[in-house]
């Protein structure tokens, strides 16, 4: 938060520093323990719950601005995996007589609650466990003190054991055990992530060393840290079980004992003179001659901020020439951490190639150019929303993404079943299907939701809306993708005649239409039947069979097109709800107008299938009569408005505008309704806070549309429309609402740019469009923890990895975005050597279109202010 400022921020740093205590590391004001360079943090951040164990709790360590370490705390396994059960953390208790901070770590189910009390000595920290009562006989031999390292922060690297010097692998190469299952802890809900073909086993990675004194990376500055005890430590390496796992570092509690049973020493590496090196933040697009051009710096604490930094054209010789000398504007401390200035060089406009200087450090070349908004939104529409289309094979040049994969789809779930996303079937099954009954016509259209294989309501319902939306506004009739949906196949770069955006809104009617014919409506999610299938990565197509499953078969046996194998995906339809239905609605009807010249017969069907949900469903959809159910609660209000509107808008028919209409009025007459929507509703899916001012979403769709009385009380409303959009990026040098501690704000900050957008687009004179395009730029590279692009292949410095289906190889499916930057204690983290943080870096399908249609809004509003 702003308030310090640059000078009392480094009088505190000097007092610090100059503190009378012996130890290295000091128990700060946040509760962690700090040295320059390095922080030891006790569980600042906390399992959440939602996806268990999410590589952001416990024992964590930071260094040199970095997080290495983290999981540090009780274990029960040598490599826990994402399911494996963690003890309940307490309430973390700080003393700050003898600085040490503890919690302890309950296992009810095992009567077993080991204290974890961490504090300085010399140069590190002692790591103590206490017990009250001995390590009860179940978990004697699994019970010990784990801290797992980030592999690839150490690629490259090697570790000392006692005196043996051994490289720490790239892959896993060492050796593992089968135990029989009866042996293993069971993980959360009984679940297993290990397919053993019936053998009843369970698989234990073996230690690669063991010793008392094991030294990571000894030749790095930056990475070094050192654990010694009395007691035997091993190394394992995690990713044997699981590709996001980790190297681990581990002692076994000791049997029969009580009181200290373990102490490590723990050495990080401090460094009494290292500065973080200054953050340039700009946009990896770069920039069009007229707009605003704001570099936000983020700078280390004990870093005086120089007056000036220097914009550099980028000569054809490669020399380079300084154009501007730009006064540092101090902004001051925010989240803690670090200090900001902002360099304004909007006067710079000659198109060129140029870099930023600042405080030692040039960034990488960037254009000003009028064209650079023209094409950054192709990597989304060609790639990212090609490769996860579901239910076809891909191809691009020589290489075949994935093939036809859940040919399968798909059955009824039974009752009472838990899905890992956080769905669960209840008793009730909404269909006229039995439990495990196939479900026919499912195997068509739909997309990945995100990292996983699912097809989750909201993703196929909005990603289908978002497109549709994207042809009534914009219209691209680019064609660079050939889509067949009778043979199920697309060839990424080639045309086939039919715009792409017309294309992608007939894959998402597909897969909704088949629903609603086959289902009745669309389904919460059609997900995998267990944890082992839930986390396939790789080719989607051989995540099943593509046979329907037959129970009289045994499993792997096949019979024609039938088979044992229970792989066939579940679809999940307990949680139906009439409300729910308008966005089922929403999105057909939206549709309509889009496939009406290129695809007739899907355009009726689509426009059918929504006028038959209106009728069989309005009467039950009414807020007065309907529970509120998950994802209409984003509609605000009424759900049936929106549904009623876009019908209107397809057909024309006034029984809907008769709905619609008194209650969009009566909206504009609550000036300071309240709308709610509570953060990331599913995977990645937020909306928009309305909370104290005006919800004109529905009013400016309408807007174009409607008399003199109504466009006069919209524009009344605009100037606290705005106030409402805008607020959010006061706090903080970006100007963007950076929010995001379970999942990162991206999409929020796409969406609220192009509500900007539409409020520019009928009223240019009462917002500046600056708003639409500091959006984009955060996402592009303007942002805290690092300048990278967090759209996958867009710009110059982009995001190396992401969390896509493909993330085991460290890859990106481009024109992906990820959610970017998670907001935790005193810091904010976008991994960009991890894959597996979803977090930070799922690629969720429907902020695709989001995005598309936001760098559309900005090439619009770019080629207005150049002309
Ligand atoms: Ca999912
Ligand atoms: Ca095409
Ligand atoms: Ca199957």
């Known amino acids: 938060m702003k308030g310090k400022t640059l000078l009392a921020a480094a ?25 320059r360079g390095t922080n030891v943090l006790v569980y600042n951040n906390l399992y959440n719950g939602g996806f268990y164990d999410e590589k952001f709790a416990g024992l964590e360590i930071i260094q040199r601005g970095e997080r290495i370490a983290t999981g540090g705390g009780v274990r029960l396994m040598n490599t826990p995996e994402q399911w494996d059960i963690f003890g309940v953390v307490s309430p973390r208790e700080i003393d700050r007589a003898e600085s040490s901070v503890a919690v302890s770590l309950t296992y009810a189910d095992y009567d077993f609650a080991p204290r974890l009390k961490v504090l300085p000595k010399d140069k590190g920290v002692l790591v103590q466990i206490w017990l009250d009562k001995p390590v009860p006989e179940q978990l004697v031999g699994k019970a010990g003190m784990n801290l797992e390292f980030f592999p690839a922060s150490y690629f490259g690297r090697n570790y000392l054991v006692d005196n043996l010097a051994r490289i720490l692998p790239k892959y896993p190469m060492h050796d593992t055990e089968v135990h029989p299952v009866s042996e293993k802890i069971p993980q959360y809900f009984g679940e297993s992530t290990f397919d053993d073909r019936g053998r009843g086993d369970f698989l234990v990675p073996l230690p690669l060393s063991t010793g008392h004194r094991i030294v990571m990376a000894p030749e790095d500055e930056a990475l070094r840290v050192s654990v010694t005890s009395d007691q035997e430590i091993s190394i394992y390496d995690g990713r044997h079980l699981a590709q996001n796992g980790t190297f681990v570092l581990r002692s076994l509690l000791p049997a029969g004992r009580t009181g200290k049973v373990l102490e490590w020493y723990l050495e990080p590496s401090a460094s009494e003179d290292w500065t973080r090196p200054a953050n340039i933040g700009f946009s990896q697009v770069g920039y069009t001659p007229a707009q605003k051009k704001v570099s936000v710096v983020e700078l280390d604490k004990n870093a005086t901020p120089a007056a000036t930094g220097r914009i550099l054209r980028v000569n054809p010789d490669g020399t380079k020439t300084v154009v501007k000398e730009v006064a540092a504007e101090v902004w001051g401390e925010y989240h803690h951490r670090y200090n900001y200035v902002r360099l304004d060089f909007s006067d710079v406009r000659e198109p060129g190639l140029y870099c930023i200087d600042y405080q030692g450090v040039v960034t990488n070349a960037f254009p000003i150019d009028k064209e650079v908004y023209a094409d950054k939104w192709h990597p989304s529409m060609d790639v990212s929303l090609v490769v996860n289309m579901d239910h076809m094979e891909v191809n691009e040049a020589y290489r075949i993404w994935h093939g036809r994969a859940n040919m399968d789809d798909a059955l009824q779930a039974p009752a009472n079943v838990r899905l890992h996303d956080g769905y669960f079937q209840g008793d009730v099954t909404n269909t006229k299907y039995q439990p495990l009954e196939h479900i026919p016509g499912l195997a068509v259209g739909g997309w990945y939701d995100a990292g996983d294989f699912d097809i989750q309501a909201n993703s196929v319902l909005n990603t289908t809306e978002d ?3 994207i042809w009534r506004q914009f219209q691209p009739m680019r064609d660079q993708t050939l889509i067949d949906e009778k043979t199920q196949y697309a060839d990424i770069h080639v045309p086939d005649g039919i715009p792409d955006n017309v294309q992608l809104i007939l894959h998402g009617t597909l897969n909704i239409n088949a629903q609603v014919e086959n289902i009745g409506f669309v389904a919460q999610v059609i997900g995998q039947p267990d944890m082992h299938h839930y986390h396939h990565l790789g080719d989607a197509m051989t995540l099943t069979d593509g046979l ?6 045994a499993p792997y046996e096949v019979r024609g097109n039938r088979s044992g194998t229970p792989d066939d995906r579940y679809v999940f339809t307990s949680r139906f709800s009439a409300a729910g239905v308008m966005q089922d609605i929403v999105s057909l009807a939206a549709a309509y107008p889009a496939l009406k010249d290129y695809y007739p017969e899907e355009a009726e069907r689509s426009l059918r299938n929504a006028e038959m949900l209106w009728d069989k469903h309005f009467e039950a959809a009414d807020p007065a009569k309907s529970p509120m159910m998950g994802r209409w609660m984003m509609g605000g209000g009424d759900p049936r408005i929106n549904a009623a509107i876009e019908l209107w808008l397809a057909t024309g028919n006034q029984k809907y505008k008769d709905f619609f209409l008194p209650l969009v009025e009566k909206q504009l007459e609550a000036k300071s309704e309240v709308r709610r929507s509570n953060g990331p509703v599913q995977n990645g899916m937020f909306m928009t806070e309305f909370n104290g001012g005006p919800n004109l979403t529905a009013a400016l769709k309408l807007y174009p549309y409607m008399d003199k009385k109504f466009q006069k009380k ?36 796409i969406v609220t740019a ?22 984009l730029n955060f996402v592009l590279g303007c942002h805290p923890g690092s300048n990278v692009s967090f759209v996958t292949s867009v710009g110059v410095n982009t995001k190396k990895v992401a969390y896509g289906n493909n993330r085991a190889d460290y890859a990106v499916i ?25 977090g930070e870096n799922e690629c969720c399908i429907n902020t695709a279109p989001q995005y598309v249609q936001l760098c559309l809004a900005c090439d619009e509003i770019a080629r207005y202010l150049n002309k």
């Open 11 to 35: 009088a505190f740093a000097l007092a610090s520093a100059t503190g009378v205590s012996a130890q290295t590391l000091q128990l700060n004001d946040l509760g962690y323990f700090e040295a």
């Open 467 to 469: 497109l549709a939306y």
């Open 548 to 553: 329907v499953y037959d129970p009289t078969l």
């Open 714 to 749: 919209v524009k009344e409303l605009i100037p606290a429309y705005v106030e409402v959009l805008t607020r959010g990026g006061q706090d903080n040098p970006y100007g963007v609402s950076i929010g995001g501690t379970g999942w990162a704000g991206n999409a929020s900050i």
């Open 754 to 775: 192009y509500n900007c957008y539409k409020v520019w687009k009928l009223f240019p004179d009462m917002i500046d469009p600056e708003y639409v395009f500091n959006g």
């Open 814 to 838: 481009p024109g992906g975005i990820v959610p970017g930057l998670l907001v935790k204690e005193d810091y904010f983290e976008n991994k960009d050597d991890y894959p597996f943080h979803w």
